[in-house]
């Protein structure tokens, strides 16, 4: 996710001009952080946590700057859609207009002049780290910003006009279920198939009839 560039920013959506669905990993590294061994892995926050955090640090910064400044009580689902459109300045996926002869190409094979706009996928992934940490930041679940239908509806909106716009589709592929072979089905402790005695012995050549 490519937002504000300040050093609690979320992350950067490094998917150029062609950019995919926008990744929700990437982080842009802050002043001071240590890379030392020091401190032990269990003791350091995830990836996923690290992420929220710093999502959370600028959305509490955009409140901040509103005019007239907001409080997080006073947040609703309207001044989120407000945060979302503001970040599209700063997205690197290329969203192709109706009139661009490019409009539903997935590879263009040129520039055009289509403005830059965040990842639909970028901005599903921050809505969904924004909506946990509001609720364990002491907001109630009933009360929840970020999960008003506006914002959900938005989400939508977002995602259908880019699959249009870039010729993509954000369906999720499902995964069929591996088939597992019929000598390892088991009805036994620890998935072990029924056990059998070996096949008798086969008779001698030389065994009378």
């Known amino acids: 996710m490519d937002l504000v560039p300040h050093p609690d920013s979320p992350h950067s959506d490094n998917s150029g001009g ?6 929700a990993s990437g982080a842009l590294s802050l002043p ?32 901040r ?4 400044p907001l409080s997080l009580a006073q947040c609703s689902g309207a001044h989120v859609l407000e945060f979302l459109r ?19 190409h997935p590879n263009p094979p040129a ?10 996928g970028s901005l599903d992934a921050l809505v969904g780290r924004l909506r946990a940490a509001f609720e364990e930041n002491g907001g109630r ?3 929840n910003p970020f999960a008003a239908r506006a914002v959900r509806l938005y989400l939508r909106e977002v995602r259908e006009h880019q699959a249009r716009a870039r010729g993509v589709s954000y ?8 088939q597992t072979p019929d000598h390892a089905r088991g009805s036994g402790s620890g998935g072990q198939g029924p056990h ?8 001698s050549a030389g065994a009378a009839c």
């Open 18 to 23: 062609g950019g995919g669905g926008g990744s």
């Open 111 to 120: 520039p055009c002049p289509c403005p830059l706009r965040q990842a639909w």
């Open 171 to 178: 369906e999720k592929k499902k995964r069929k279920k591996p």
């Open 196 to 203: 059998h005695p070996p096949p008798p012995a086969p008779p």
């Open 141 to 143: 679940p009933e009360s």
């Open 65 to 68: 700057n509103h005019r007239p």
């Open 86 to 104: 503001y970040l599209d300045q700063f997205g690197k996926t290329k969203v192709h207009t109706a009139p661009c002869p490019f409009f539903g």
């Open 32 to 63: 001071g952080a240590s890379s030392g061994g020091a401190v032990s892995a269990l003791a350091s926050p995830s990836r996923y946590e690290s992420q929220k955090r710093r999502d959370w640090n600028t959305f509490g910064q955009y409140l």
